[in-house]
């Protein structure tokens, strides 16, 4: 029987086509999202098995529509912060034990994650309830501009020119948003989570010699559905609270003002009815995490429905108690609450962060591991920078409506009825004020190691000579080569980066806080009367925060536009998420959907079945990002199909970066265990490569080592006569164009068992009971 060569691609995406290298392609299995491709000759390979005698057959599995398929992908910008602090979730250091301790590290990040969905309803809530319906449909001078307000504007007298109407029209905006990322939470669950993984290792929570099952080889793992379900419908629920808190806080204190007891007593429920539906989103989001040990069918189904429900029934409440007329209520200033909510938002981050970087601090010097990013401290970090993006989103939002609105200008508040000054609230003015000295902090980074590789370009040189013994030294050459290794040296340098980057971060932020809540004024006002060095530093970073945030925001939205129209776009998108969106959604339901929780049920579904029908030999050949996705897949297989699969990896980032950002799940002893199951490993890497590198796997004395030595980049020094025309630096591509490549993995299929006749396999195969359990 003919071996099968089941090649996967990396970021970016590929086409069957350029990954089989013919131009007449079929697809053999699967849709228009993933599927497995052959060339058309290759189609009844297994009909013709003396034409493959020496040589695999060749297929190819293509994902890249999984992140980079239509245009809805472009939206996907817009949960940018929601997919960053799940990557928190996934970075918890590698420990033994202390389940304790662990849940609340998963319960930490959820607890940040359920704040941005605050903090982006908020930010709507601020520019539609509060910026447009309360300031300046309120106001005059600003409605007379906006033609498309006069509906509302009190100098009409109509029947919406009333406050508490206007609001809660205009609630309906973050009423919307909160429905449309429940929507595409729910579009996406049912595509992703939804996909049943191989039934041959549901049953399995031990190996058959009585070892733990690796993270990634559990029945479960790939399976989020339940979770993911339960944290829909909390942070949906949360959304809505968050519109009817913004209609109802506002509308009490004028109720209290105005002494009328029976809207006042009305206003007092209706808080309490909204403070309980906090608790309980609280209390969800804390109660249960992930059920990875086990297949988990279960669906919450009262709790999925009824809780959105209910606050969406409380949300409704609050527009008809909002909406009664109230014929002296005139607004001015800014909506009740808004501020303090702002800074309570960001005093709840700041605390949350800092609590799990305890407790991530603590799980790491339990257990440590000595290539972990900043010592096990890299999922706070990871949290403090989605913060941070949501805060510039937020920020950049609010502030660009605010000059529409009522034109560019020092940001402030009205402080009577019918002043035309439109703005944010303080808070949002100082977080944008701390953006030039950040970007400054990632200047003078990026100015350290640029000089940096520079300077390890020198000392390169010579070993890059001494790599082609016998050739001309070419200075030219030399020094190109050498400054792609030096470059590409920077991954290992990205923990510095980022600790430095959060840091900064968190500090920048605290101070933001502290001085909107000392001055309540904007920097430029609450540094008059300072020394003139001060007070041109204030003026200068607020000017130019407000400029770069809006600028920034700008471009986010081009961006994502011409994501939208342009599939070229879209695909660079989609290498972002190619990344990022790995990891099933353990922290946020709103962030972009795992792929892996379809690729990886896919991969081990074809190696299964392919195998258990032909009784052949397969090699899983995996680049890049396809590697992770490729070893991800053999973890889940039984034992027995593991037996005759064999992984070849190039350019992966296994160990150099998930092993050391994901040491939980691809750290030492897991990438250990991994060789111990699965002794046909080789993986092939260059200093060029940026991404990918050694798995550093030292094997036992009788098993074959997992690295080879690196290989050459560029593949010649000089002219040859195998290379007439210079030969290009290839860094992370094409690794097919060595012959290494073809000669490891004939190596591997040659060291995998012999195909086994019909009497064999059913002597060999385990039974029924065995058959379920996973070896890891």
């Known amino acids: 029987m003919p071996a099968l060569e089941l090649l996967v691609h990396g970021v970016g995406g590929a086409t069957p086509q350029d990954m089989l290298g013919d131009p007449r392609t079929v697809r053999v299995t699967g849709d228009n999202t993933a599927a497995v491709f052959r060339r058309a000759v290759d189609a009844d390979a297994e009909d013709r098995p003396a034409d493959y005698r020496d040589k695999p057959i060749p297929e190819a599995y293509v994902w890249s529509n999984l992140t980079s398929g239509n245009g809805i992908r472009a939206l996907w910008l817009l949960l940018l912060p929601f997919m960053v602090v799940n990557l928190a979730h996934w970075m918890r250091p590698t420990t033994e034990g202390h389940a304790r301790t662990i849940r609340i590290y998963g319960v930490l990040v959820r607890l940040v994650a359920l704040t941005l969905t605050f903090l982006l309803v908020a930010a709507a809530c601020e520019v539609a309830m509060d910026l447009t319906a309360w300031q300046c449909a309120g106001s005059a001078a600003c409605s007379g501009k906006k033609s498309w307000l006069g509906f509302l504007s009190t100098a009409n ?97 004028y109720d209290r003002s105005a002494a009328n007891w029976a809207l006042d007593a009305c206003g007092w429920a209706l808080q309490g009815i909204l403070a309980a539906g906090f608790v309980v989103v609280v209390w969800v989001i804390c109660r249960r995490g992930r059920s990875e040990s086990r297949f988990d069918l279960v669906l919450d189904r009262a709790l999925v429905a009824l809780l959105p429900a209910a606050a969406l029934t409380a949300l409704v409440l609050a527009v008809l108690y909002a909406g009664w007329s109230r014929p002296g209520w005139k607004s001015y200033g800014q909506l009740t609450g808004g501020p303090r909510a702002f800074g309570l ?81 303080v808070l949002l ?23 940096r590789t520079w300077r390890t370009r020198g000392a390169l040189t010579a070993r890059v000579e001494a790599d082609y013994p016998g050739e001309n030294p070419d200075p030219v050459r030399t020094g190109r080569i050498a400054l792609t290794r030096a470059a590409a040296a920077l991954t290992d ?189 080789r993986n092939l890497w260059r200093h060029t490569d940026p991404i990918g590198g050694p798995v550093r796997v030292v094997p036992d004395e009788d098993l074959h080592p997992v690295d080879h030595d690196a290989l050459l980049d560029p593949l010649a020094y000089g002219r040859t006569h195998e290379h007439p025309l210079p030969a290009p630096i290839l860094g992370h591509s094409d690794y097919q164009a060595d012959p290494v490549f073809t000669a490891e993995r004939d190596k591997l299929l040659e060291r995998l068992p012999e195909p086994l006749l019909p009497r064999q396999q059913s002597n060999d195969a385990p039974d029924q009971g065995s058959s379920g359990r996973s070896s890891g």
Do not use: N
């Open 157 to 253: 007298g109509g029947w919406w020119s009333q406050p508490g109407r206007r609001i809660a029209l205009a609630a309906l905006v973050p009423a919307a948003l909160t429905g449309l990322l429940w929507y595409l939470s729910h579009r996406t669950w049912s595509a992703y989570e939804s996909q049943q993984p191989l039934p041959a290792s549901a049953e399995a929570s031990a190996d058959p010699e009585g070892g733990v099952v690796p993270a990634l080889g559990r029945p479960g793992f790939w399976y989020g559905r339940r979770l993911v379900a339960r944290l829909r419908a909390a942070h949906t629920a949360a959304g809505f609270i968050v519109v009817a808190a913004a209609l109802t806080v506002t509308t009490a204190c």
């Open 429 to 451: 003015t100082w977080q944008a004020s701390v953006i030039p000295p950040l970007l400054l902090v990632l200047l003078l980074l990026a100015l350290h190691y640029g000089v």
């Open 493 to 681: 340098h990205a923990p510095r980066m980022i600790a430095t980057l959060s840091g900064a971060t968190l500090v920048l932020g605290a101070v933001a806080l502290l001085g909107a809540y000392l001055y309540d004024e904007v920097p430029g006002r609450a540094a008059k009367g300072t020394p003139t060095p001060v007070e041109a530093v204030a003026h200068t970073s607020q000017a130019l925060g407000s400029w770069l945030i809006g600028f920034g925001f700008l471009l986010f939205v081009t961006w994502g536009r011409r994501a939208y129209r342009d599939p070229k776009a879209r695909r660079t998108i989609g290498i972002l998420w190619d990344v990022g969106t790995f990891w099933p959604r353990a922290a946020h339901p709103f962030a972009p959907p795992c792929y892996a929780e379809r690729a990886v049920p896919d991969l081990t579904w074809r190696m299964a079945t392919w195998t258990e029908r032909t009784r052949g030999r397969l090699v899983i050949s995996g680049h890049s990002q396809g590697s992770v996705l490729s070893a991800a897949a053999v973890w889940q297989l039984p034992q027995h199909t593991r037996r005759r699969v064999a992984l070849l990896t190039y350019g992966a980032p296994l160990e150099r970066l998930y092993g050391r950002w994901f040491p939980a799940y691809f750290g030492p002893s897991c990438l250990r265990g991994l060789h111990d199951e699965v002794d046909c490993w």
């Open 345 to 425: 938002l960001t005093l709840a981050q700041l605390v949350l962060v800092l609590g799990l970087a305890v407790v991530a601090l603590a799980l790491h010097r339990r257990a440590p591991v000595a290539r972990t990013a900043m010592r096990g401290l890299a999922g706070p970090a990871v949290a403090m920078l989605a913060c941070e993006l949501g805060g510039v989103m937020s920020g950049g939002v609010a502030q660009r409506v605010a000059d529409w609105l009522d034109g560019p200008g020092t940001p402030g508040m009205a402080t009577g009825p019918g002043e035309a000054v439109i703005g944010p609230p």
